[in-house]
């Protein structure tokens, strides 16, 4: 069996993973510890994001031809991908967090939602909020207003009910 033959799986693994996702990030893993390496995994395996080494070779030709392929001027050193088909930002929320953590990890570059984004782009992107968070955020705008006149309505009752208390024992006196 032919080289060229062993790694197609790879590339078309790699072409498919990229396919349908709102982001892919590219991050330099050089010295990271195993131990951080496995939280990082960990939590990016618990949001849904598809962490995975590739050889540069393999990523460059699965990117050629897709909105990736402007990631292949990046290919060189020890990268990763993490691709969510999920949450555009997660990613680079999640990666961005542990690069502060760990300054061995590099972020490089992404395609998010269709467009490039280097690595200023990918650090802008790591400060939105989540979608969850930014739903709860307008829920509570939303439900602020209708709490505070339910309270005033209630103070109003209640200080209506306390006058007509006072009002019946000054008529019993």
């Not at 994001?49 to 292949?72: P, Q, W």
């Not at 050193?77 to 929320?93: E, Q, V, Y």
């Not at 400060?127 to 309505?153: D, F």
Request: glycine share 6%; proline share 3%; net charge negative.
């Amino acid at each position: 069996m032919a080289k060229v033959e062993l790694k197609q799986p790879i590339v078309e693994e790699i072409a498919n993973s990229i396919k349908d996702a709102q982001a892919v990030v590219l991050v330099n893993y050089s010295g990271l510890t195993v131990e951080q390496d496995t939280i990082l995994r960990k939590e990016l395996r618990e949001s849904g994001i598809h962490y995975k080494v590739y050889k540069n070779t393999m990523m460059n030709r699965a990117f050629a031809g897709t909105d990736c392929e402007s990631l292949c001027k990046h290919l060189e050193g020890t990268n990763a991908l993490a691709i969510s088909t999920t949450d555009a930002t997660a990613p680079a929320r999640i990666l961005a967090k542990y690069a502060k953590q760990y300054p061995a990890l590099e972020l490089i570059a992404g395609v998010v939602e269709g467009n490039y984004n280097d690595q200023a782009g990918i650090q802008a992107l790591s400060q939105i909020p989540s979608r969850e968070e930014l739903l709860g955020k307008l829920l509570g705008s939303i439900q602020s207003p209708i709490t505070n006149l339910a309270r005033v309505l209630n103070q109003v009752a209640e200080a209506g009910g306390a006058e007509a208390a006072i009002a019946a024992k000054g008529a019993e006196a």
